[in-house]
Nanobody, 123 residues
Framework: QVQLVESGGGLVQAGGSLRLSCAAS????????MAWFRQGPGKERELVAG???????TYSVSVEGRFTISRDVAKNTVYLQMGSLKPEDTAVYYC?????????????????WGQGTQVTVSS
């Protein structure tokens, strides 16, 4: 079992940057596959970025080149560095963890979820 707590969301102007953090409880953080999802107003939840237990990563086409996912095993934390933000990035961002440790595009593959953090990008 792992508990996830996101932080770092807020209001930012278009073109700006934010770094989201997801702190995980437990001593086995390194074995989980981690991901960031988001759900914008009136939209379905979508994968933003994922990182496997081995460090492989994947990004949605809409954020590739602008966002970077990383993990700090010593701090039990996964980060999402977001740059060149656009109004369409506005959403609630969720951290998720998968027991199997792999990379997955669908939310159903993830076993644990945080409560979400709001990111609002103004034009």
């Amino acid at each position: 079992q792992v508990q996830l707590v996101e932080s770092g969301g807020g209001l930012v102007q278009a073109g700006g940057s934010l770094r989201l953090s997801c702190a995980a409880s437990g001593r086995t953080f390194s074995r989980y596959g981690m991901a960031w999802f988001r759900q914008g107003p009136g939209k379905e939840r979508e994968l933003v970025a994922g990182i496997s237990r081995s460090g492989a990563s994947t990004y949605s086409v809409s954020v590739e080149g602008r966002f970077t996912i990383s993990r700090d095993v010593a701090k039990n934390t996964v980060y999402l560095q977001m740059g060149s933000l656009k109004p369409e990035d506005t959403a609630v961002y969720y951290c998720a963890a998968s027991d199997s440790g792999g990379l997955y595009n669908t939310g159903t593959a993830y076993d644990y979820w945080g409560q979400g953090t709001q990111v609002t990008v103004s034009s």
